[in-house]
């Protein structure tokens, strides 16, 4: 009863000023140390002293950005398969190493740049770096690795179309390359540009209102309104001028 009593005190007790701010902190960042080795490889080393952990990532300046236009995808499939197997070890040999070293070895490619990232314990880095160079330097792009790889992304893509926030993702990649911006810049200025009505539902780009299929009363509602354009929401609640909170 006493311990009842207690926490029922401290639950009353009602805090009516907000507690002062703590003093500011003064950030430590670790200085990076570079230097170019004889065969032009820029290295970049951070150390964080007592983490027996060694996170590396090795860096080509060439990405999706690089790929033609008839080929997409080409630089993230490249980069992708130099795990897949090499002129010494193939793909089964390589993922056991790794994993009998503790490790995660991966392989990517983005829209500037291609990598290779580790991560393994540092006492376990001489020899898991033995497979990063020996991925980089003696890939063999199997036939099988590339059709398993390109039925893997095909896949993937058909389950992307089908998702609203990948849609808009191609949608803003597209409008982004159609007027010459970068993946640093805002893609307000080219929406702006673009019909106010794009809607995206399922996988058609539509303008404008469209029509829903029936769905419960409740969700119904709320999912038409969601997608009612601009004018329809004017003219509903008897408008001439409005803005884009009208949309919410």
Known sequence: MKMLAIALALLAQVETTPPPPAAPREPHLPKPAEKMLSNGLRVIVVQKPGVPIVATRLLIKTGAEADPANLAGLADMTASLLTKGTKTRSAVQIARG?????????SAGAWDNSFVSLDVMSSNLPKALGYVADIVRNPVFANDEIERLRAQNLDALQVAMHQPRALAGFVATRIARTTGLTTRCSFSAAISRRPKHLLLR????????????????????LRRR????LSSICR??????YSLRDRV
């Open 98 to 106: 790794v994993e009998a070293l503790g490790a995660t070895l991966e």
């Open 236 to 241: 509903r609640r008897g408008r001439r001028r």
């Open 202 to 221: 399922s996988r058609t780009l539509v303008r404008g209102r469209k029509e829903l299929p029936r769905l419960p009363h409740r969700r119904h509602r």
């Open 226 to 229: 969601r997608t009612e354009s």
